[in-house]
C-alpha cells in the first residue's frame, strides 16, 4: 500500500469517528446493557478513536523508520566514496521498494 492510499484510509477512519461522536442521537440513553440504560459513547468508551489514533501513529512510525532507512542508506553510500552513479543507483532501488511513493 502506498502513502497516499494509507492516509485516505487513515482520513477515512477519522471522518468516522469524528460522525460517530457528533451525532447527537449517539448520546441517548436508549440501549440496554447489564441491566441499565447506556448511550453508545458510553458503549464505545473512546474505541473509534483510540483505534484511528493507533493507526495514524502506526503510519507515521512506519513513515519515519522508512525515512531514517533511506537516509542511512544514502549516507552510507556517500561515506564509501561510492561514485555518483551508484549513488543514484541506490536511490532508485530504495524509491522503487515503496519509500516515499507518493502515486
Known sequence: MNNIEEYRNLLELFKQ???????SDNY??????????????????GFQAKFALEQAKIIDDL????????????????????DHEDIMKSINVLNNDNFFNLQ
Do not use: C, P, Q
Not at 17 to 23: C, M, P, Q, R, W
Not at 32 to 44: Q, R, V, Y
Open 63 to 82: 513513515n519515519k523508520e522508512a525515512e531514517n532507512d533511506y537516509f542511512e542508506n544514502i549516507s552510507n553510500s556517500i561515506e564509501t566514496n561510492e
Open 17 to 23: 469517528a469524528l460522525l460517530f461522536y457528533s451525532n
Open 28 to 45: 441517548v440513553y436508549k440501549h440496554k446493557t447489564n441491566g441499565e440504560l447506556a448511550s453508545l459513547i458510553n458503549i464505545d468508551s
